[in-house]
């Protein structure tokens, strides 16, 4: 089968890979290239999702640019792994949110905001968005509980759904000279490998971003970033769980699980996602790709938007302001929400799979004594 | 404008990074001029995978112990003698030092690469490769103060009676210094002086490394009476593809196929016994023999039960449904060709073919033979990759002692010259190779040489 362009040149760049294989000791991509003679369209978008950008197989390859081989790993497989995002993305006719992906997030944002701007207002007077609100319960008195329940959690499964059926069919194109079946052990090495982003730190000596001096920190925000949100998470799982189980609704005292992890969580998603911004805008442009610069930018933003009107929320929730930020905060996690499965989100879901088929092809490369 | 320093360092590879490390080290304000850009800085090395160093014991990264005695039994056998005995275990007994010291200098190991177990025990592979390698002592060499200069040939050297002077850069800047340690490589990549040997026969060479490995230097210190060592007319040179680039195609372009089928030449004919030993053990003497074939040109042919058997290489091989088709894609005389095979697949003898032992698949009557792994060559599709000359490294370099001073022909050592790397490989690897050595030359010797130079610039 003819390959797209972006596929014919990183089966351009694996074929000059594989016949160097200075690179295997960096990372998880290169020994999975290994493994394989020809490359596939499904082969290639699970070695891009392999990859975690970290520049070391740039600076170190003698055939990259001037070379003429031209050989630039990095920025090809971001390429790559940007299409993959937008080509297993579900149901099809949204694909093209990827297209413009800058533009479509913060659409959904602002209308997200909008929304419960509207939404307040029409339901209530006017003047609740602008009134000082002392009682404890004044987000319900906003929007009752049972509707925010009911509208975020209908966003967060349609999102799951499209997820989900995005995975499967990323899952079945990369695994296309995998046989194993997933198990308990492949999973959790995964689980490990993503966790700890083993392989974003350019081999032992930290990522490469603006020049061949080993300084790069992404690994450290994107820390903050992920831990951050899935803080974020524990801390609305647990206000929910107290809010059903324990009869126990918001708001919480500062000490109570919900504020402790929101307000850790939403320093991470403040502080992470700057300093993987700056760090974007800092990095040698010949590593990135810039048609996902967008998806990127995007993304973070999202992140960041979401943390700050979360903190900013807390620290004005006895000010006339509340209102107004109650509708940014609910307004920017709705729009996080809906686009998951049409943003950068999908990186980690296919990087965990990337990671996963990844330890199944370690563990048969274990079996092998000798492959020269 | 005159500037003056304690050391001058020519050259940017392994060896003089090593040297200017050491020297500055030492004490020695520190300059390196590389004749190439910033890109295509360190010569041979940027291509180099691993070092051969002497160990007593497996570590991290070695599967096993590698004595002294075993490394000079491996130099002995592979240059048939032609080394420097004293000179050369007197290296090798510094090697057992260089994988420390040089994990102090920030660079790092792994062990051996796919493809490369049989090295596991005795070479010391980068990771990240030689690029990888250079990059960490230009990071350090930049921490400790050592100026670098990219783009900056050596163009004339004042030598008096054997003491430096001087060195003019790019044809202008006259640069003095106390002592100047020569690591600037071999004249692999000028094709001038490979023709002084080789005739018009080196137009049809492809060199592996850049194209700035010209030896000038090596040239401007045998003209200032520098004792030659080493044969000037050789070089090491293996069969590659012959649609590699002309320079710097690096290792990509090798092939592994020989041992699994037939190699012929332009007149469709075999030429030497593919199957004689081992591969490692052989692919260096297929560049020679390509380059006394008519245009300098061979290919190897096979067939699809060998596909699958050797390391992938860059280009695709030419692929064709029988004999005779491949044989028009290869602009080879059908018939011919047809021939060559048909007699070849006539006289080989069945046997067990396995290609890790020296297996009993062999030919008779038929010449030159193939002596193992001869297989008929009959299953579609065929396949084929044209190979030329790929020179590596040259073998004439300046003669040295213990504490690589370089020595002047008809006087003795020199005051203040020191070489290192490549340039005086010829001292411990008269002919032949053994992977990772020219790397175990250039760090031992470059150590010694900026030590030896700062000992004598600043005391």
Redesign the interface.
Known sequence: MQLADHHAEAERLM??C?????????CAVF?AM?MR?SFGAGDLDYLANLCHGCG??Y?????SP???FEVNVPRTLATVRARSYRDHAWPGFLRSLFDHNGLAISLAAALGVAGFILGFVSWHQPAVLVEAHRDPSSFYALMPHEAMVTLFGTAFLLALVALAMGFRSFWRAAREQIPEPAGGGSLLQALRDAGTLRYLDG???GCYNED??PTDNRRFYHHLTFYGFLLCFAATTSATLMHYLLDMPAPYAWYMPPKVLGTLGGLGLIVGPVGLFLARIRRDPELNDADCSGIDTAFIGMLFGTGLTGILLMLLRQTPAMGIMLALHLGFVLALFVTMPYSKFVHGIYRYAALVLYALERRRLGSKA??? | MGETWDVLVAGGGNAALCAAIAARRAGARVLVVEAAPKFYRGGNTRHTRNMRCAHETATEHLTGPYTEDEFWDDLLRVTQGQTDEDLARYMIAKSSHMLGWIGEQGVRFQPSLGGTLSLGRTNSFFLGGGRAMLNALYLTAEKLGVEVRYDTPITALEIDNGRFRAAILNGTTRIEARSFVAAAGGFEANLEWLKESWGDRAENFLIRGTPYNRGDVLRMLIDAGVEPVGDPTQCHAVAIDARAPKFDGGIITRLDCVVFGIVVNSEARRFYDEGEDFWPKRYAIWGRLVADQPDQIAYILFDAKSLKMFMPSLYPPVTAGSIAELAGKLGLDAARLEATVGDFNGAVRSGSFDHTVLDDCRTEGLNPPKTHWARRIDEAPFYAYPVRPGITFTYLGTRVDRHARVRMANVGPSENMFAAGEIMAGNVLGRGYAAGIGMTIGGVFGRIAGEEAARHAVG
């Open positions: 074929t000059i594989n016949a160097c294989r200075y690179c295997e000791g960096l020994p290994e003679r070391a197989c600076v170190d390859c003698q055939f001037p070379h003429e081999g032992g000596v061949e001096r000798d492959r020269s």
